[in-house]
């Protein structure tokens, strides 16, 4: 890529040219270095043909110190891609197990709603049922007061029908009535206060006081 006129290298560029397949090694080594960009494109960054020729200088030179130190830097790489594939596996399942939680809340958030809604109306249901009830007590008890009252005059309006001789007539059946049941009492009373008498023994009857 040109920038003024200039070749400027991008991190993975420059791994190309070192035939590494991770580019982070050299995008590391960058930062390890301090090296700064001369442009930066969305988010990749470019640096200068000086910057790219001191990453290759290193490299080269460090291929050169020996199969250990070579297989040492290939497995701190590998364990590094193996965490960041790690730490990508991780994200995603978190994200997963996010969007899985709120699913469930937001069924029980609807489920309690409709419990609620539900014992709302049957609540307003039972405060009807009250209020009918009440209103068919009150019909009820005002049928009675109106009952009571036709009962009465039908008894004022009986005994205006008749007249006094008939009145005094019936009183006096109600007199005589009376006197007949007082008089079939008394023969039952003095029988019963014959019997609650003592009596008396054999030895009293001959030889008791006269």
Known sequence: MKYEGKNVYSSGEIADLLGFDDYHRVSNYLSKIGAKNVTKKGNTRYYSEKTKET????????????????????????????????????????????????????????SYERIISAKDDDISN????????????DVANEQIKQLTTVTKQAQSLNLADKSPEQIKMLKGDAETSNERSNSENEPHNQQISESEKPRQSWWQRHFGKK
């Open 126 to 137: 039972l405060k009807d049922t009250v209020s009918n009830l009440r209103k068919q007590q």
């Open 55 to 110: 990453v290759i200088t290193y490299f080269k030179a460090l291929g050169h110190k020996g199969s250990g130190e070579s297989k040492k830097d290939q497995l701190i790489e590998e364990l590094r891609t193996q965490l960041r594939t790690a730490q990508q596996e991780n994200v995603a399942n978190l994200a997963k197990q996010k969007e899985e939680y709120d699913s469930r809340l937001a069924n029980q958030k609807n």
